[in-house]
Nanobody
Framework: VQLQASGGGLVQPGRSLRLSCAAS????????INWFRQAPGKERKWVSC????????DDADSVKGRFTISRDNAKNTVYLQMNSLKPEDTAVYYC???????????????WGQGTLVTVSS
């Protein structure tokens, strides 16, 4: 199993960015993709998740209404659309796979490499 996160970059406050997480090696759709982020000097925190099988989603309160997670099963890719970005959204963003949506890092079975998002004017 491999997860490949991409799409990070430098963006101004209030602008948008879309992250992608390309998954490979899964033999069924019975898993979830969870996005986490880790700001400089802080612990990694859960952001959002989506069930690959039924598309159900959940988001952390800090991003509700601004971030939208979606999937394209034909491309084996999950997206994190981030709108109205704030400087406090600056972090390395990681995608991870687990059997169920979970905010716990230890529950994740696989991790992708991170992609850096910097929100700054």
């Amino acid at each position: 199993v491999q997860l490949q996160a991409s799409g990070g970059g430098l963006v101004q406050p209030g602008r948008s960015l879309r992250l992608s997480c390309a998954a490979s090696g899964f033999t069924s759709d019975d898993y979830t993709i969870n996005w986490f982020r880790q700001a400089p000097g802080k612990e990694r925190k859960w952001v959002s998740c989506i069930s690959i099988s039924d598309g159900s989603t959940d988001d952390a309160d800090s991003v509700k209404g601004r971030f939208t997670i979606s999937r394209d099963n034909a491309k084996n890719t999950v997206y994190l659309q981030m709108n109205s970005l704030k400087p406090e959204d600056t972090a390395v963003y990681y995608c991870a796979a687990a059997f169920q949506c979970s905010a716990y890092r230890d529950y994740q079975s696989y991790w992708g490499q991170g992609t850096l998002v910097t929100v700054s004017s």
